[in-house]
C-alpha cells in the first residue's frame, strides 16, 4: 500500500513538470504577421483581408495545437519600400511565424526575398501576377492569377459572336499578365485584338482611354483593373454613353468587384466577367461565409476576403499538421498539396507551383430579387480546377 502511494506520488510529480514544460511551450504564440494596404488607394483591399481574417479566428478560436494564434496587422499602404521594411521588422524584432497580406504585386515582389533570407512562409492572400510564386520557395498562394482568370472569358468571348476587341488594362504585372492571356486566347480562338489600351495604377482618369474605345469601335472591350477602381471605370463607361454603344463590356471580376458592385447600379447590368469567386455563389458554405462577414462587418465580402479566409485555413491547418511545433520548412510543406473547400468551391495548393488550383466560373451581373434586389454577379459556367496558365510557360 505504502509503495504504491510512492509510486503514485512520484507520477503526480513527474506529471506535473510534465504541465508545466507543456505549459510554457504553449504559452509561447504562434505569430501572424499580415501586410496590407489599410490606407491609400488599395485601402478596401486591406479592409476586406483584415475583416476575413478576424472571422476566421472568431469562428475557428484562437488555438491551434496548445498554440495561441497572434494577428499582427501591419499597413503599408500600397507603397513596396515600406512593405520590405514591415516584413524586414516583423521577421527580425517580432519573430513571426508567417508573413502573409500583399495588396498589389509591387509589394508581393518586395517581400520575396525576406521570405528567402529568412526562411519564413509568405502566403500571399491578394495579389495576382503569375510569376510571384515564382519569386521565393517560401510562396504560398490562395488568392489567384491573372491568366487563369482571363482565358475563360477570351473562351466565352469568342464563342458568343465576339469577333474584334480591345484589351483595356492597368499599366503593371497583372494588367500585362491579363492583357497577354487574354491576346493569345482569343486569337487562338478566331478573334482579333484591335487595340492594346493601358492606364495608369495610380489615380487613372479613364475618360481619355474610354475616347479611345469609342473611336475603334470593337465588338467588345476586355477590362481589368485592379480591386478598387471598378466603380470610378464604370461611372466614366456610362457618363460617356458607352454602355449603349453596343461596344460589349467583358472583364476579370476585378471590376464587377463585391466589395462596389451594389453602388455601381444598372450601368453594371450584364457585364459578363470571369473570376473565382462571386458573393452569390450557391454553396451552402458561401452562405453561411457571406451571412458571418455581413453581420460582423456591415459590408459585403469580396474575392480578397475569400483568399484571407482560405489563407488564415491553410496556415491553421498547416499549424495543426506540424502538431503546433511550426517552423519554415515544416509549414511550408504542409501547405503544399492541400486540399479543402472554400466558400468559392474547392481550392488545392499545388505542391509544385505552390499556386492556387481553382474553378473559375463566367458570371453575368443581375439584380437578384431573392438577394434584396441588389446586382451580383451570377455564376451561369464554370472552367473547373483552372490551373496558372502563366506558369506552363
Ligand atoms: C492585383 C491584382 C491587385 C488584382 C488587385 O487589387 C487585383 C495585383 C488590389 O497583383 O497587384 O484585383
Request: with cysteine; aromatic share 8%.
Amino acid at each position: 500500500m505504502m509503495r504504491r502511494r510512492l509510486w503514485l506520488d512520484a507520477a503526480v510529480a513527474f506529471c506535473g513538470a510534465c504541465v508545466l514544460g507543456f505549459a510554457a511551450h504553449a504559452a509561447e504564440p504562434f505569430k501572424i504577421g499580415f501586410i496590407l494596404p489599410m490606407t491609400g488607394q488599395q485601402a478596401s483591399t486591406g479592409k476586406q483581408i483584415e475583416a476575413a481574417a478576424k472571422l476566421y479566428m472568431a469562428q475557428h478560436g484562437a488555438t491551434v495545437s496548445g498554440r495561441k494564434i497572434e494577428l499582427i496587422v501591419k499597413d503599408d499602404g500600397g507603397a513596396p519600400d515600406m512593405t520590405k521594411r514591415l516584413a524586414q521588422e516583423l521577421v527580425v524584432n517580432d519573430k513571426v511565424d508567417v508573413i502573409a497580406g500583399f495588396g498589389i504585386t509591387p509589394a508581393a515582389f518586395a517581400a520575396a526575398p525576406i521570405a528567402t533570407q529568412s526562411k519564413t512562409p509568405m502566403v500571399v492572400t491578394a495579389a495576382a501576377t503569375s510569376a510571384i510564386t515564382e519569386r521565393s520557395p517560401y510562396i504560398v498562394r490562395t488568392s489567384f492569377t491573372l491568366p487563369q482568370a482571363t482565358v475563360p472569358i477570351a473562351d466565352w468571348a469568342a464563342k458568343n459572336g465576339i469577333k474584334t476587341a480591345v484589351t483595356f488594362v492597368a499599366d503593371y504585372g497583372p494588367g500585362l499578365d491579363a492583357e497577354k492571356f487574354f491576346i493569345s486566347q482569343f486569337k487562338l480562338n478566331g478573334g482579333k485584338v484591335i487595340g492594346e489600351i493601358r492606364t495608369p495604377l495610380k489615380s487613372p482618369d479613364f475618360a481619355p482611354f474610354l475616347q479611345k474605345v469609342a473611336d475603334l469601335k470593337p465588338d467588345a472591350v476586355f477590362v481589368f483593373l485592379p480591386s478598387g477602381q471598378g466603380a470610378a471605370f464604370m461611372k466614366q463607361f456610362g457618363e460617356r454613353g458607352l454602355d449603349k454603344s453596343g461596344i460589349r463590356l467583358i472583364a476579370t471580376g476585378d471590376v464587377t468587384d463585391d466589395d462596389q458592385l451594389a453602388e455601381m447600379g444598372d450601368v453594371a447590368l450584364g457585364v459578363v466577367t470571369s473570376h473565382h469567386y462571386s458573393a452569390a455563389h450557391p454553396s451552402a458554405m458561401n452562405k453561411k461565409f457571406v451571412a458571418a462577414f455581413e453581420a460582423a462587418n456591415h459590408f459585403r465580402p469580396n474575392f480578397m476576403a475569400v483568399a484571407g479566409y482560405d489563407g488564415m485555413h491553410l496556415i491553421y491547418s498547416a499549424l495543426a499538421a506540424t502538431g503546433g511545433k511550426g517552423g519554415g520548412d515544416a509549414l511550408l510543406a504542409a501547405m503544399k498539396g492541400q486540399v479543402f473547400e472554400s466558400p468559392r468551391g474547392q481550392i488545392l495548393i499545388d505542391a509544385q507551383t505552390r499556386d492556387i488550383v481553382q474553378d473559375i466560373y463566367i458570371r453575368k451581373v443581375e439584380r437578384v430579387p431573392a438577394m434584396g434586389n441588389q446586382l451580383y454577379n451570377v455564376e451561369f459556367d464554370v472552367q473547373k480546377a483552372v490551373k496558372d496558365p502563366g506558369k506552363a510557360k
